[in-house]
């Protein structure tokens, strides 16, 4: 079964602002963390931010000031926007899901979407 499932992924030109959606399924979404993380090509997956159970959120230092992380209960949808974003933030945007959300570490989460391609350029 599919728990999680990334979307809103696509082209967005340097300074626009775009935001992904975390559909989750098979479990209730106000008793886990979701968090999102990103790969480039070539590097290795990062943490990008993430909610706990509680609401409380957790950004790093790549996302802080230009994303937001939210969540909807009502339709178990994580929602992050990203704006002001540059061929930096070009990469395949993943969401998971943790008990906590700790550090952002993707050695704390279990399940795993798919991923959704964001690319930024002109």
């Known amino acids: 079964q599919v728990e999680l499932e990334e979307s809103g992924g696509g082209l967005v030109q340097p300074g626009g602002s775009l935001t992904l959606s975390c559909k989750v399924s098979e479990f209730t979404l106000g008793y886990y963390a979701i968090g999102w993380f990103r790969q480039a090509p070539g590097k290795e997956r990062e943490g990008v931010a993430c909610?706990?159970?509680?609401?409380?959120?957790v950004y790093t230092e790549r996302a802080r000031g230009r994303f937001t992380i939210s969540e909807d209960n009502a339709k178990n949808i994580v929602s992050l926007q990203m704006r002001d974003l540059d061929s930096g933030d070009t990469a395949e945007y993943y969401c998971?899901?943790?008990?906590?959300?700790?550090?952002?570490?993707?050695?704390?989460?279990?399940?795993w979407g798919k991923g959704t391609l964001v690319t930024v350029s002109s």
């Open positions: 998971a899901k943790a008990n906590y959300c700790g550090l952002v570490s993707e050695n704390d989460m279990g399940s």
């Open positions: 909610i706990n159970s509680n609401g409380s959120k």
